[in-house]
């Protein structure tokens, strides 16, 4: 197979062979030269420069000033970097940017760590300021469930049921497992004490076995049948929307990591209207009940791949649909404990004034998909050309990903599928090793690994040996694991210098509450150039596009970004503080920053 593998179904998807250019003898003049920069490179063998010359949409040169001048020409346009930074574009790999469009016009908790009474009062605000028919749902979006003030506090429907509505009302975790609603909705829904909890999902109870409001996973997918859905304009719209605020973070190409026939239209139509800025994959979802028959599943997934696929990677983005998605369990952030774990959380076996946190009896939800259902589904998409892309928050997911990926290797042992296991929050040790044994790939959402409510939450339900171990990017590495970034956007901000900045010095942000200031666990966090290589080159090899993509080379695609800082040279807080200048796609410049003002 070639490193851009062909798909069963008949269309190939391979790209030209020609992707490095030999310098000829007499240069044919540049489009764009750019000079005098700071170049990051993301090519082991060359990894400075300070000269790159562009050409139809292609990288033609790299390297120094005096090299470049033989590429200009009457017509080049050349930009004097002046010092600045210059480095291939953001490549994130995973995220979920419909989603994150439309959540930009919805109710919106914007992570804020809100006590009950700011909640209440934030979703009353959203009501008044929106009226509407008893019948009319309410979605509110971005709700820090795990930084709830004070840590620990409880919610339930009784904390939306005293707003002033008789609207049915949903408010939706940022994590994407969770949902709080209120008894209107649960009524509509007809989730009473009798509701079995569904496959992959489970329905918090309270003491006397009723429904507390707070729903996890699959348990919460009965309201996708009762709440409006945004139309095909809407999803466009949203659409757009993201993509324009990937643009000014420097994202040039992404993976939606979960994305229904919705996303895939919606993105789609953009396409078509020549408006695409950002190189687009998409990850068709597989279910676990859909483990039931495993060439049904795949079948549809090539389905999409034929109707949306767009064929070779060429200059211009277009959309290529590539890889099936597989939860294998939820969140290890409390208090959802649905990441399936290989040791049981603890429980506290004394009072809330006097605790006594011992190891308990639950390890979560069982892995969504049982082993044999799992090692069929990703050797039938390995043989359809698909790379699989499993969730796994908890080690015992984790584990058992692993354990279907070296499935996957021994039936199909020569073919170049690369399986993406993303979160990886907490992994045992035994298994650090098995990524690079396996060519699993961990992508992470790097700005997790700091102190804050989601980690910090986890402290009496994991003790101190595996908070210890908590978000480990920095042993993965140093087992020789290929790691790639993804944000998970709109799960937090779409921020990826700050979480690049977390992924080097594994604390959160300067103004943090004092409760969240120093560094995470033990983990040694990633160097300044790993975190750039895991956003660059590992991203492009999880989306099997490092041959055109991710390095600053001769002969890739030039996708590139200007930064207003050296990430590699500032002081380590001030990553964060990055600005993009430019962002550049096939040649062609997508975003543009306005001077800041004086």
Same mark, same amino acid.
């Given at each position: 197979?070639?490193?851009?593998?062909?798909?069963?179904?008949?269309?190939?998807?391979?790209?030209?062979?020609?992707?490095?250019?030999a310098a000829p003898s007499a240069p044919t003049a540049a489009d764009r030269l750019y000079l005098?920069?700071?170049?990051? /490179?993301?090519?082991?063998?060359?990894?400075?420069?300070?000269?790159?010359?562009?050409?139809?949409?292609?990288?033609?040169?790299?390297?120094?000033?005096?090299?470049?001048?033989?590429?200009?020409?009457?017509?080049?346009?050349?930009?004097?970097?002046?010092?600045?930074?210059?480095?291939?574009?953001?490549?994130?790999?995973?995220?979920?940017?419909?989603?994150?469009?439309?959540?930009?016009?919805?109710?919106?908790l914007n992570y804020d760590a809100l006590t009950v009474a700011q909640l209440q009062q934030r979703?009353?605000?959203?009501?008044?300021?929106?009226?509407?028919?008893?019948?009319?749902?309410?979605?509110?979006?971005?709700?820090?469930?795990?930084?709830?003030?004070?840590?620990?506090?409880?919610?339930?429907?009784?904390?939306?049921?005293?707003?002033?509505?008789?609207?049915?009302?949903v408010v939706r975790s940022s994590f994407g497992h969770s949902v709080l609603a209120n008894s209107?909705?649960?009524?509509?829904?007809?989730?009473?004490?009798?509701?079995?909890?569904?496959?992959?999902?489970?329905?918090?109870?309270?003491?006397?076995?009723?429904?507390?409001?707070?729903?996890?996973?699959?348990?919460?997918?009965?309201?996708?049948?009762?709440?409006?859905?945004?139309?095909?304009?809407?999803?466009?719209?949203?659409?757009?929307?993201?993509?324009?605020?990937?643009?000014?973070?420097?994202?040039?190409?992404?993976?939606?990591?979960?994305?229904?026939?919705?996303?895939?239209?919606?993105?789609?139509?953009?396409?078509?209207?020549?408006?695409?800025?950002?190189?687009?994959?998409?990850?068709?979802?597989?279910?676990?009940?859909?483990?039931?028959?495993?060439?049904?599943?795949?079948?549809?997934?090539?389905?999409?791949?034929?109707?949306?696929?767009?064929?070779?990677?060429?200059?211009?983005?277009?959309?290529?649909?590539?890889?099936?998605?597989?939860?294998?369990?939820?969140?290890?952030?409390?208090?959802?404990?649905?990441?399936?774990?290989?040791?049981?959380?603890?429980?506290?076996?004394? /009072?809330?004034?006097?605790?006594?946190?011992?190891?308990?009896?639950?390890?979560?939800?069982?892995?969504?998909?049982?082993?044999?259902?799992?090692?069929?589904?990703?050797?039938?998409?390995?043989?359809?050309?698909?790379?699989?892309?499993?969730?796994?928050?908890?080690?015992?997911?984790?584990?058992?990903?692993?354990?279907?990926?070296?499935?996957?290797?021994?039936?199909?042992?020569?073919?170049?599928?690369?399986?993406?296991?993303?979160?990886?929050?907490?992994?045992?040790?035994?298994?650090?090793?098995?990524?690079?044994?396996?060519?699993?790939?961990?992508?992470?959402?790097?700005?997790?690994?700091?102190?804050?409510?989601? /980690?910090?939450?986890?402290?009496?339900?994991?003790?101190?040996?595996?908070?210890?171990?908590?978000?480990?990017?920095?042993?993965?590495?140093?087992?020789?694991?290929?790691?790639?970034?993804?944000?998970?956007?709109?799960?937090?901000?779409?921020?990826?210098?700050?979480?690049?900045?977390?992924?080097?010095?594994?604390?959160?942000?300067?103004?943090?509450?004092?409760?969240?200031?120093?560094?995470?666990?033990?983990?040694?966090?990633?160097?300044?150039?790993?975190?750039?290589?895991?956003?660059?080159?590992?991203?492009?090899?999880?989306?099997?596009?490092?041959?055109?993509?991710?390095?600053?080379?001769?002969?890739?695609?030039?996708?590139?970004?200007?930064?207003?800082?050296?990430?590699?040279?500032?002081?380590?807080?001030?990553?964060?503080?990055?600005?993009?200048?430019?962002?550049?796609?096939?040649?062609?410049?997508?975003?543009?920053?306005?001077?800041?003002?004086?």
């Amino acid at each position: 197979m070639s490193r851009f593998h062909r798909f069963a179904i008949g269309a190939s998807f391979a790209v030209s062979a020609a992707c490095t250019i030999a310098a000829p003898s007499a240069p044919t003049a540049a489009d764009r030269l750019y000079l005098h920069g700071v170049v990051f /490179t993301a090519d082991a063998g060359h990894p400075t420069a300070e000269a790159v010359a562009v050409r139809d949409g292609r990288i033609v040169y790299v390297g120094s000033d005096a090299g470049a001048a033989a590429y200009r020409g009457p017509t080049t346009q050349t930009v004097d970097l002046a010092g600045k930074f210059l480095m291939p574009g953001i490549i994130d790999g995973h995220m979920h940017p419909l989603q994150a469009g439309t959540v930009m016009l919805k109710c919106n908790l914007n992570y804020d760590a809100l006590t009950v009474a700011q909640l209440q009062q934030r979703v009353q605000k959203c009501l008044d300021e929106s009226p509407s028919g008893d019948d009319a749902w309410l979605e509110v979006v971005n709700w820090f469930q795990e930084s709830m003030l004070p840590p620990g506090v409880k919610t339930s429907h009784a904390t939306l049921d005293v707003l002033r509505t008789k609207r049915p009302i949903v408010v939706r975790s940022s994590f994407g497992h969770s949902v709080l609603a209120n008894s209107r909705a649960m009524a509509l829904a007809n989730i009473t004490a009798k509701t079995p909890d569904p496959v992959g999902g489970k329905i918090q109870r309270d003491a006397n076995g009723d429904p507390t409001g707070v729903l996890e996973d699959s348990a919460f997918v009965v309201f996708e049948t009762l709440i409006p859905k945004p139309t095909a304009a809407d999803d466009v719209v949203a659409a757009n929307a993201a993509l324009d605020a990937m643009s000014a973070q420097g994202v040039t190409s992404f993976l939606d990591a979960i994305a229904p026939p919705g996303d895939l239209a919606a993105f789609s139509a953009v396409h078509a209207a020549g408006k695409l800025k950002a190189r687009a994959h998409f990850a068709v979802p597989i279910t676990p009940p859909e483990a039931a028959d495993p060439a049904a599943a795949i079948a549809k997934v090539v389905a999409s791949a034929k109707q949306y696929d767009g064929g070779a990677i060429g200059a211009a983005p277009s959309i290529t649909v590539r890889n099936a998605k597989l939860f294998l369990d939820g969140v290890i952030a409390a208090p959802a404990l649905t990441g399936a774990m290989r040791e049981p959380y603890r429980t506290n076996a004394g /009072t809330a004034e006097h605790p006594n946190w011992v190891p308990g009896t639950s390890r979560g939800p069982a892995v969504y998909f049982q082993p044999e259902p799992l090692a069929a589904l990703l050797i039938g998409l390995g043989r359809a050309g698909i790379d699989p892309h499993l969730h796994a928050d908890g080690d015992g997911a984790v584990h058992a990903g692993l354990d279907g990926i070296a499935a996957l290797r021994k039936a199909l042992p020569d073919a170049d599928i690369r399986v993406a296991i993303a979160h990886d929050e907490i992994v045992d040790p035994v298994d650090y090793p098995r990524f690079r044994a396996l060519g699993a790939l961990p992508v992470l959402s790097l700005q997790w690994g700091k102190p804050a409510g989601d /980690t910090l939450g986890l402290v009496d339900y994991f003790g101190p040996q595996r908070m210890a171990r908590l978000e480990p990017a920095g042993v993965l590495a140093a087992a020789g694991a290929r790691i790639a970034f993804g944000s998970d956007w709109p799960v937090d901000r779409l921020d990826e210098w700050f979480a690049f900045k977390v992924g080097v010095t594994r604390t959160n942000a300067p103004d943090a509450p004092a409760e969240y200031r120093g560094r995470l666990g033990d983990d040694p966090g990633l160097s300044r150039e790993a975190v750039l290589t895991a956003a660059t080159i590992n991203a492009a090899y999880e989306l099997h596009q490092d041959d055109v993509t991710g390095s600053i080379e001769a002969g890739k695609f030039a996708d590139l970004i200007v930064l207003d800082r050296n990430p590699l040279t500032v002081p380590a807080e001030d990553i964060a503080n990055v600005r993009v200048l430019e962002t550049v796609v096939g040649g062609v410049t997508v975003y543009a920053a306005r001077p800041q003002e004086p």
